[in-house]
């Protein structure tokens, strides 16, 4: 079976420190990973996907299938980035996502 | 364009009441997807459709619940008989097209919290 494992459920770090959320993942096929982000009092959204190799907000993630992962990693944190984060690992059969249970980052001043 | 809704957004029932929580995707959206979300806890899959047919309904708990999309855009997602552990966050989100890789983001709804005492 499918999972996605984060296993920090809080970060805390202060102001322009590199940033670090582990996502670990097991899936017998070829993954399809996400990352969402729920900022207060906002809905789910998505932050990045391993297939379009891109830079949101100065966030990125590698997909490292020896190590079935996929950090989200940024150089200088900001105030702003406090918020939820959610690793995803999309179920291509079921077309459905399967989530982590969250890492909490906080950004001190 | 409106993204997707949700309502109510919050819900209290009484235990063994039913409750029905509305999904509005956004507009021409194929795929809709519910997901449950318990407290502290990422969101677990539900269901989905594709237009009006149900494609999986593997992660429904048991079969107090049921969910339905008659006409391929508001979907249903009905709880009968409610317990105090169906409290929790329902969340929709719908996609664009039912598959392919690449194009498979999911817009979600600000979600519907359960209570149920």
């Known amino acids: 079976a499918q999972r996605v494992t984060q296993p920090e459920k809080l970060l805390s770090v202060f102001k322009g420190a590199p940033v670090e959320l582990k996502c670990n993942y097991s899936y017998s096929g070829s993954p399809e990973l996400f990352w969402y982000v729920q900022y207060s009092r906002q809905r789910l959204q998505l932050l990045l996907r391993?297939?379009s190799r891109e830079s949101i907000k100065g966030f990125t993630a590698d997909l490292n299938k020896g190590e079935t992962s996929f950090h989200l990693k940024k150089p200088f944190a900001q105030e702003e980035d406090s918020a939820m984060y959610y690793c995803a690992l999309l179920d291509t059969g079921r077309r459905a996502l399967t989530f982590g249970s969250g890492t909490r980052l906080q950004v001190q001043p | 364009g409106a993204g997707v809704s949700q309502s109510p957004r919050y819900k209290v029932t009484k235990r063994g009441q039913d409750v029905a929580l509305r999904c509005d995707p956004i507009?021409?959206?194929?795929?809709l997807y519910w997901y449950r979300q318990a407290l502290g806890q990422g969101p677990e899959f539900l269901t989905y459709f594709n237009y009006e047919a149900q494609q999986d309904k593997s992660g429904l708990p048991n079969d107090r619940f049921s969910a339905e999309r008659p006409e391929g855009s508001i979907s249903t997602l009905t709880i009968q008989r409610t317990e105090q552990r169906d409290s929790a966050m329902y969340r929709c989100?719908?996609?664009?097209?039912?598959?392919?890789?690449?194009?498979?983001?999911?817009?979600f709804g600000p979600g519907t919290r359960l209570t149920v005492l």
């Open positions: 391993h297939i």
């Open positions: 507009s021409g959206h194929v795929s």
């Open positions: 989100a719908s996609s664009l097209v039912a598959g392919g890789p690449g194009i498979n983001e999911q817009f």
